[in-house]
């Protein structure tokens, strides 16, 4: 993939608790050229997130008006609440040069993938084992087992979206993980790809789904 004058886009997606907002926000915070794709939805704003910084809360009459006008890059449906990446601010940070960084699911790579003329490059991220998504999806949700339950039953179905992607790494540490995504970063930056060893990939994803 030829870099030429304007910017690249980077997909970073991963079922719910596997870390890819954070080695997004990492990549970002770290990384003057990247800009953050700040999506759309109708869910409710966390405590900790801020409107404009983490997501654009919508209503979802809001949501369906930019959907008919097809505003949308990509838009998904995700746990009975809808998202979505506005077209314009996408380009406009492209044709400045600038890298945009996705944190979407499958569902949005998939429409991504189907547009012409876009420099993509997708990253899907695996957890080290279920323990540990739970852990995580636990200490996100503050204990709540029926909202972490409901996420743990949709693994197997996001998970089974890997072989959709051009990169696919395991955060087991949040550092190495985010090394091994800057340094692929770099090599399509430079025009160059990445071999990856796809039955040991595909092994690590029977592990989980077991």
């Not at 709540?144 to 039953?153: D, G």
Request: hydrophobic content about 30%.
């Amino acid at each position: 993939m030829a870099k030429d004058k304007k910017g690249l886009m980077f997909v970073l997606s991963s079922p719910s608790g596997t870390g890819k907002t954070t080695l997004t926000k990492k990549l970002a915070s770290n990384n003057n050229n990247f800009s953050i794709s700040i999506s759309h939805t109708t869910r409710e704003s966390r405590s900790n997130e801020i409107k404009g910084k983490d997501y654009y809360f919508v209503s979802r009459d809001e949501f369906e008006d930019l959907e008919k006008k097809e505003q949308f890059f990509e838009h998904a449906n995700i746990f009975d609440n809808r998202y979505g990446t506005l077209r314009k601010p996408v380009l406009e940070l492209l044709n400045k040069g600038k890298d945009v960084l996705f944190d979407i699911d499958w569902q949005g790579t998939k429409q991504l993938k189907k547009i012409k003329d876009l420099s993509l490059v997708t990253f899907f991220i695996l957890p080290p084992n279920l323990k540990a998504l739970k852990e995580r999806l636990l200490n996100r949700h503050q204990g709540n087992e029926e909202l972490v339950n409901r996420r743990m039953k949709k693994f197997n179905e996001e998970v089974s979206h890997w072989n959709e992607y051009n990169y696919i790494f395991v955060n087991d540490d949040l550092e190495s993980c985010y090394s091994k995504i800057v340094n692929t970063i770099s090599l399509e930056k430079k025009g160059l790809s990445q071999k990856q060893d796809l039955e040991k990939i595909k092994a690590k994803v029977e592990e989980l789904i077991k």
